[in-house]
């Protein structure tokens, strides 16, 4: 079975930062496809930044380039996402995805992942 287990949300101001966790059991986060997407009230669920393991791809929405670095602890089978200069249109429940095939183009699509976390919070005041 697999479990995607995400931490690390909260309540920051304008310009803080903030890291997630999505720590995976039942799935090797190096061997898949696994990423972040995030959805805020009355919007969609959307890409935030996915990595592929089957050849380190990387997307990033063009909201959070230059902003949000994903990584991976393959020791610790656990996805990060590392968010800099949080803005308020930031603010949303992030959620961690995993799937273990591989498709550039459908990598920021959600339905293309049967995995998926509980969700955390995140919240940028202004």
């Known amino acids: 079975e697999v479990q995607l287990v995400e931490s690390g949300g909260g309540s920051v101001q304008t310009g803080g930062s903030l890291r997630l966790s999505c720590a995976a059991s039942?799935?090797?986060?190096?061997?898949?496809?696994i990423g972040w997407f995030r959805q805020a009230p009355g919007k969609m669920r959307e890409g935030v930044a996915c990595?592929?393991?089957?050849?380190?791809?990387?997307y990033y929405a063009n909201s959070v380039k230059g902003r949000f670095t994903i990584s991976s602890d393959s020791a610790k089978n656990t996805l990060y996402l590392h968010m800099n200069n949080l803005k308020p249109e930031d603010t949303a429940v992030y959620y961690c995805?995993?799937?273990?095939?591989?498709?550039?183009?459908?990598?920021?699509?959600?339905?293309?992942?049967?995995?998926w976390g509980q969700g955390t919070q995140v919240t940028v005041s202004s």
């Open positions: 039942g799935f090797i986060v190096d061997d898949g496809t």
């Open positions: 990595i592929s393991g089957h050849d380190g791809s990387e």
């Open positions: 995805a995993a799937v273990s095939a591989y498709n550039i183009a459908t990598i920021a699509q959600p339905t293309t992942y049967p995995y």
